[in-house]
């Protein structure tokens, strides 16, 4: 079940990423890689730091951080 819920997750993340950084989202697939690789990237930040999340929001927003690094991450070496 918690897979189910990670996927959900991801997704919304993903969401949430295409609208802050570009405007929209990537499309269902799209908005899954990113908000899974969000989660890992975010959660790394996040323990950095010191914080620990245990509810599906802040580990929503978490993944949506860490998406939106990702994402820009990509655009700056795009661009060397």
Not at 13 to 35: E, N, Q
Not at 36 to 50: A, D, E, T, V
Request: avoid cysteine.
């Amino acid at each position: 079940m918690r897979f189910l819920a990670w996927i959900v997750i991801g997704i919304v993340a993903g969401w949430l990423t295409g609208l802050v950084v570009k405007g929209r989202g990537y499309g269902l697939v799209g908005d899954l890689v990113v908000g899974l690789l969000g989660g890992l990237i975010g959660g790394w930040l996040f323990h950095l730091l010191g914080w620990t999340v245990t509810t599906w929001l802040a580990e929503t927003i978490v993944a949506a951080v860490g998406g939106v690094v990702l994402v820009t991450l990509v655009r700056l070496l795009r661009r060397l």
